[in-house]
């Protein structure tokens, strides 16, 4: 089996964050169409919860130390808006001709305490060694210490990244890389073009949290929660998907505005 590349399209990129439970189709499907014009038949796509994720996780405590019984209220709320998402994203990769599969991390993966202690992977082995492209996402899980958890998608990107033995982890995003501040609150923020995981931990705050509702901490959580991957030796591109083509060069291993983390 090739080693497949993991991309993470970002909840910010495929759904209006400033609308509950509303998809941005004009971008989902024109990232499909991305995908099936590189060619990329080794490919693992995880998707964000964007409106139709992040809102039902604040309102059922999921953001913090929320009650037990009132995140177990939630579970099937929340599985329930993050499949309707999945299939729409899937849909439409189907549509662009790209043979993909949703895949519920609810029923293959157990966490502790936040953390995945068990991801059963060898369907999505099955479906790379078939030419299909499986598609996950930030979800729900049943954990070991809490019952509940929400286990995020960068965590399953990274986490697949190392049991795949993937090259390369695409992120997909609503801005243009690592900025050295936050590129929304501040214009003189200068993008980050390149970086070393041992130069991360001095701009972790200059990197800076989300400016929208998100459980995920931002843009310092997602780098945080790819760091097993980039230990590893994973090269983590982050680029803005929401401009054409960025996507399409990024598969393709072309040029492309962005910004690189490697291992060092």
Known sequence: MKKPVVLKLGGSVITDKS?????????????AKEIYRSGLNSLVLVHGGGSYGHPLAFKY???????????????????????????????????????AVGVHPSSCIVARSGKIELFE??????MLRCGLIPILFGDVVFDLERRF???????????LAVKLNSPQIIIGTDVDGLYTRDPKLYPDAK??????????EEIRESIGEST????????????????????????VKVINATVPDRLFKALKNMEVLGTVIVRG
Not at 19 to 31: A, D, V, W
Not at 63 to 90: D, F, K, P
Not at 121 to 126: H, M, R, S, V
Request: aromatic share 4%; proline share 3%; net charge negative.
């Open 19 to 31: 609308r509950e439970f509303t998809p941005n189709l004009t971008n989902i499907s024109r990232l």
């Open 61 to 99: 405590g999921f953001s913090g130390e929320g009650v037990e019984e009132r995140r177990v209220e939630g579970v099937s709320e929340i599985h329930l808006a993050m499949s309707r998402l999945n299939n729409i994203v899937t849909e439409e990769m189907i549509k662009a001709g790209v043979k």
């Open 121 to 126: 992977d060898e369907p999505i082995k099955g």
């Open 149 to 159: 958890t929400i286990i995020s998608g960068d965590q399953i990107v990274s986490t």
């Open 191 to 200: 993008l980050i073009r390149f970086i070393r995981l041992s130069e991360l």
């Open 212 to 235: 929208v509702t998100d459980v995920t901490m931002g843009m310092y959580g997602k780098v945080n929660e790819l760091l097993p991957a980039i230990e590893r030796g994973v090269t």
